[in-house]
Nanobody, 115 residues
Framework: VQLQASGGGLVQPGGSLRLSCATS????????IGWFRRAPGKEREGVSC????????YYADSVKGRFTISRENAKNAMYLQMNSLKPEDTAVYYC?????????WGQGTLVTVSS
């Protein structure tokens, strides 16, 4: 099982990035998926997720209206489109897939928002 997050980098405030998470070794369309982040010196927090059963989405208040989560089951991939980025969005972002007691994590991709 692998989850490979990519797309992080250095971006100026107000800019955009699109994170991708390529998965293998399991069938993504059976899992709830999500993105989490850990900012320097802070606890990991949930950013966004998609409920597999009904397609409903969740966004942390801090990213609502700026971030969009999506999935492409045919490619076993998930994405996080991040717009209007702020310095406080700086963190390592992790993709996650969960089903019952099975919980898979990607290795993280660093997003730095700075001028």
């Amino acid at each position: 099982v692998q989850l490979q997050a990519s797309g992080g980098g250095l971006v100026q405030p107000g800019g955009s990035l699109r994170l991708s998470c390529a998965t293998s070794g399991f069938t993504l369309d059976r899992y709830d998926i999500g993105w989490f982040r850990r900012a320097p010196g802070k606890e990991r927090e949930g950013v966004s997720c998609i409920n597999n059963s009904d397609g409903s989405t969740y966004y942390a208040d801090s990213v609502k209206g700026r971030f969009t989560i999506s999935r492409e089951n045919a490619k076993n991939a998930m994405y996080l489109q991040m717009n209007s980025l702020k310095p406080e969005d700086t963190a390592v972002y992790y993709c996650n897939a969960i089903r019952s007691r099975v919980n898979y994590w990607g290795q993280g991709t660093l997003v730095t928002v700075s001028s």
